[in-house]
């Protein structure tokens, strides 16, 4: 049963792991094609559980929202600041100055 395991996993096997790959047999002889793909499955699987990789769902997840620095004056802050208790924090109090600015 050989399969790539180089674009299963994307990580080159050491020479134990080549050695191992080589004794496989290409096909058992009673094997059905079903098999042979639940085979290939499980084998990729337990690979890659032996060598790492990445969880499902790791990794940082889309957002709505970007992340934005602004530099303010002392004294815009301040009344930013106290909108931001009136709205909850200051993302959201920020969001309402700018929809209700007047945009020439």
Known sequence: MKYNVKKSLSVPLDEEERRIEAALPTKPAHAKPKQMA???QA???ALQSMRG???PGAGRKPRAHIRTTLLLAPEVRDKLERLANLHGN???AAEA???H???A
């Open 101 to 103: 600015a007047k945009v």
């Open 90 to 92: 200051m993302s959201l």
């Open 43 to 45: 084998a990729t699987d």
């Open 97 to 99: 100055v700018i929809r």
């Open 38 to 40: 639940a085979i290939r």
């Open 53 to 55: 990789g990445s969880r």
